[in-house]
């Protein structure tokens, strides 16, 4: 059944727009989303076409009211903030130039603007480690300033992502040679086992544990949480989001109360504490 196509065309734009008001994604992907959903065979869509199609469809205004239309926006709302939780978001089909290495994964690439922000207050407590380990890792190895560890023996990432294991395996040239991996739940991670093998059983001197803390205090699993608290390091560089993945919003209350939380539950106490442009940082022992 042909539709009107002027009418489709603003219908997309409409619904373009409200979701990129919304949510943090980049308004090509969410256009796409829309024109693709529009073209299935949901029931939100076939009743939503058949209203295009009809001789004198609805003025938009008039749209808009019907329940087609909000059930249409409802479906498309939800693909639209699916995608918008992932950290590894596809490129939009409209995208011109290639996603740079670091873009592939959501918190680094918020990161990216804030860097000297980021690694300017940690330089001391940089300089002499020796042993690092990264827990949820994302792609930050990438990320990380390497010339301010000159004394850098292993610098450990634990990730149970399978797309961002593969980005650093990927890259594994642009890594120096003390970087490993290990591709893992940390609720699977045996902390002495990994010390034998890494550390030389002595502690790491720093753990990064950088935009997960929160995500891990959400997937309440009891045995996680536990190796996270249990993380082996003298000083532990704990960050939080200042901005919601999805809509954008600010969540900086909330990520500090679940940091203060879980920094209470380890029974370490705090060094010192940060903002760069997109997280906050606790740095504790
Ligand atoms: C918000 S991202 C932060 C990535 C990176 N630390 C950064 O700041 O750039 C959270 C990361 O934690 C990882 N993660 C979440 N739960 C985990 C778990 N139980 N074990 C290991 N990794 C986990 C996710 O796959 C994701 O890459």
Same mark, same amino acid.
């Given at each position: 059944?042909?539709?009107?196509?002027?009418?489709?065309?603003?219908?997309?734009?409409?619904?373009?727009?409200?979701?990129?008001?919304?949510?943090?994604?980049?308004?090509?992907?969410?256009?796409?989303?829309?024109?693709?959903?529009?073209?299935?065979?949901?029931?939100?869509? $076939?009743?939503? *076409?058949?209203?295009?199609?009809?001789?004198?469809?609805?003025?938009?205004?008039?749209? *808009?009211?019907?329940?087609?239309?909000?059930?249409?926006?409802?479906?498309?709302?939800?693909?639209?903030?699916?995608?918008?939780?992932?950290?590894?978001?596809?490129?939009?089909?409209?995208?011109?130039?290639?996603?740079?290495?670091?873009?592939?994964?959501?918190?680094?690439?918020?990161?990216?603007?804030?860097?000297?922000?980021?690694?300017?207050?940690?330089?001391?407590?940089?300089?002499?480690?020796?042993?690092?380990?990264?827990?949820?890792?994302?792609?930050?190895?990438?990320?990380?300033?390497?010339?301010?560890?000159?004394?850098?023996?292993?610098?450990?990432?634990?990730?149970?992502?399978?797309?961002?294991?593969?980005?650093?395996?990927?890259?594994?040239?642009?890594?120096?040679?003390?970087?490993?991996?290990?591709?893992?739940? /940390?609720?699977?991670?045996?902390?002495?086992? $990994?010390?034998?093998?890494?550390?030389?059983?002595?502690?790491?001197?720093?753990?990064?544990?950088?935009?997960?803390?929160? $995500? /891990?205090?959400?997937?309440?699993?009891?045995?996680?949480?536990?190796?996270?608290?249990?993380?082996?390091?003298?000083?532990? $560089?704990?960050?939080?989001?200042?901005?919601?993945?999805?809509?954008?919003?600010?969540?900086?209350?909330?990520?500090?109360?679940?940091?203060?939380?879980?920094?209470?539950?380890?029974? *370490?106490?705090?060094?010192?504490?940060?903002?760069?442009?997109?997280?906050?940082?606790?740095?504790?022992?």
């Amino acid at each position: 059944m042909p539709t009107n196509n002027t009418l489709t065309t603003h219908l997309i734009q409409d619904l373009t727009h409200l979701m990129s008001t919304k949510y943090t994604l980049h308004t090509p992907t969410i256009r796409q989303i829309t024109e693709t959903e529009l073209q299935k065979n949901s029931p939100p869509a $076939v009743r939503l *076409r058949r209203l295009l199609s009809t001789p004198q469809p609805p003025a938009l205004e008039k749209l *808009r009211k019907t329940s087609a239309y909000k059930q249409f926006y409802k479906l498309v709302s939800k693909k639209v903030y699916t995608r918008a939780r992932t950290y590894h978001r596809p490129r939009s089909t409209g995208a011109t130039t290639p996603l740079s290495t670091l873009e592939a994964h959501t918190s680094t690439a918020e990161r990216q603007p804030n860097l000297t922000q980021f690694f300017q207050p940690l330089r001391d407590l940089l300089k002499p480690a020796q042993y690092i380990v990264d827990i949820g890792s994302g792609i930050f190895p990438l990320q990380f300033d390497y010339s301010s560890t000159p004394n850098l023996q292993t610098y450990l990432a634990i990730e149970r992502n399978t797309r961002s294991m593969e980005i650093l395996k990927q890259n594994a040239d642009r890594l120096p040679r003390q970087v490993s991996t290990i591709h893992s739940d /940390i609720g699977d991670i045996d902390w002495d086992e $990994v010390l034998t093998k890494y550390t030389g059983n002595r502690n790491f001197d720093i753990a990064f544990i950088l935009k997960t803390v929160a $995500v /891990i205090m959400r997937q309440r699993q009891s045995t996680t949480l536990s190796r996270l608290l249990a993380t082996p390091a003298n000083t532990l $560089v704990l960050s939080g989001n200042k901005r919601s993945l999805t809509k954008g919003r600010s969540i900086i209350a909330r990520e500090k109360r679940t940091l203060l939380e879980f920094i209470q539950k380890s029974g *370490r106490n705090i060094l010192q504490q940060y903002e760069t442009g997109d997280e906050i940082v606790y740095v504790v022992s």
